[in-house]
């Protein structure tokens, strides 16, 4: 098996002693070296038309380009500006919306930023745990599409069909659903 080639890069010249470091440490460890064939982008030799081949091919992008895509993407998608920070290292905080849209339509649960107010309201606010369960997941699918198989929950939420019979099963024995017909072609009801 031909190890995997990785591209170590930036366009900081300050982090050129990090990429160094992690070059070599890929490079000293013997399983990491049989997986992976790590090289810098100073070991490569200047070459123009190798830079353009490489930027067509959509390995790298244009430098410069990257802080600014980012910066546009988020505010096409209606999320706050990124933060960027310089300390230890350079840092990049990226901002989730405020509810998250569940594939049935439904939307539910609450994240990080104000429900309303311009980008200057939102200001340093502090993260709230109020992340959406499996069960919840579950219980908005079977609402939806009563008649909905357990491998098409598995599917839509992303676990595996012993992770949804688990839960199923959980919540009819604290009765809060039940399933009304045979295994096949029966539907499910929500009882809370």
């Given amino acids: 098996m031909n ?11 300050e982090f050129s002693t990090e ?6 440490y890929l490079r000293s ?18 070459n123009p038309l190798m830079v ?3 930027y067509l091919a959509k390995y790298i992008e244009r430098m410069g380009t990257g802080t ?3 910066i546009t993407l988020c505010s096409n998608a209606g999320l706050r500006e990124p933060d960027f920070t310089l300390t230890d290292g350079f840092v990049v ?7 998250l849209l569940l594939p049935a339509g439904e939307v539910t649960g609450v994240h990080d930023l104000p429900q309303s107010g311009s980008q200057a309201d939102w200001g340093n606010t502090t993260p709230m745990a109020t992340p959406i369960t499996t069960p919840e997941k579950i219980l908005a699918l079977l609402r939806d599409q009563p008649s909905i198989s357990s491998t098409e929950l598995a599917a839509r939420i992303g676990i595996s069909r012993d992770g949804i019979k688990y839960h199923l099963e ?8 039940q399933h009304v017909g045979p295994s096949r072609g029966g539907h499910w009801e929500v009882l809370t």
């Fill in 3 to 13: 190890p995997i080639r990785i591209f170590i890069s930036s366009v900081q010249k």
């Fill in 19 to 24: 990429r160094a470091v992690l070059r070599d």
């Fill in 29 to 46: 460890d013997a399983l990491m070296r049989r997986f992976f064939e790590p090289f810098l982008f100073e070991d490569v030799p200047a």
């Fill in 52 to 54: 353009q081949s490489l």
């Fill in 68 to 70: 600014g895509d980012m």
């Fill in 93 to 99: 905080t990226v901002w989730r919306k405020r509810t």
């Fill in 170 to 177: 959980k919540m009819i024995s604290k009765g809060v659903i």
